[in-house]
Structures are given as C-alpha cells and as structure tokens.
Nanobody, 127 residues
Framework: QAQLVESGGGLVQAGGSLRLSCAASGRTFSSYSMGWFRQAPGKEREFVASITWGGRSTYYSDSVKGRFTISRDNAKNTLYLQMNSLKPEDTAAYYC????????????????????WGQGTQVTVSS
C-alpha cells in the first residue's frame, strides 16, 4: 500500500529556512507529478507547489513564488520543499500528495483531486 511520510517541519523565526521531505513507500511515484499543500488553522487546505514526474516543470502559488523551491529525487522516491524567507503567514501543516493518474501537468496538480496524502508536518514561523 502506498504511503507518503513528511518530515522536516518545526519552529523557525521569520526570515529563516526549512526543508521539508516526503518519503514515498509501497510504490514508486517516478511517473507521477506530485505536490505540496498546506492548511492553516481555521482555513481550507491550499496548493503550494507542484513538480512533474521527471522534475522538469514546476508550478507555484503566488504566495510562495520566489521563496519556495520544490524538487524530487526519484532514485530515493522522495519529494522536497525548500522554504526560504519564511513569514508568519506560512505557518500551517504541510502535506505532500500525488494524484491517481500518472503524467499529469504541474498546473493540474493544483486543481485535480489527489489520491495519496501524507499525514502532514507542522511548520510554525514566529515573528
């Protein structure tokens, strides 16, 4: 059974950096585009960033563009999110996810339903 496990969250001061990881097991996701989403308390889950199966194309929400970088290592079956210049409004639980269909565009990850979700990792940015 496929499983996604996030790690790397924590408490950081505004302006700091964190790197999130999402380790996949139970199946390979090398033919699947994947994404990062986040949910702040009292708010709906929102799209953050996505990357195509081979890593050639990425897509970001306007709120993180220029500060966050998504990447993947298919040999390790792992997805990453490098977060720089963090702001208090980035505080949220961060989730990695993958769709049920392979070879989707990075932009599609932002709008289509995800079939696989991790349990989330908390990121807290203090001011």
């Amino acid at each position: 059974q496929a499983q996604l496990v996030e790690s790397g969250g924590g408490l950081v001061q505004a302006g700091g950096s964190l790197r999130l990881s999402c380790a996949a097991s139970g199946r390979t996701f090398s033919s699947y585009s994947m994404g990062w989403f986040r949910q702040a308390p009292g708010k709906e889950r929102e799209f953050v960033a996505s990357i195509t199966w081979g890593g050639r194309s990425t897509y970001y929400s306007d709120s993180v563009k220029g500060r966050f970088t998504i990447s993947r290592d298919n040999a390790k079956n792992t997805l990453y999110l490098q977060m720089n210049s963090l702001k208090p409004e980035d505080t949220a639980a961060y989730y990695c996810a993958a769709p049920g269909s392979s070879y989707t565009s990075a932009q599609a990850i932002a709008v289509i339903p995800m079939a696989y979700w991790g349990q989330g990792t908390q990121v807290t940015v203090s001011s």
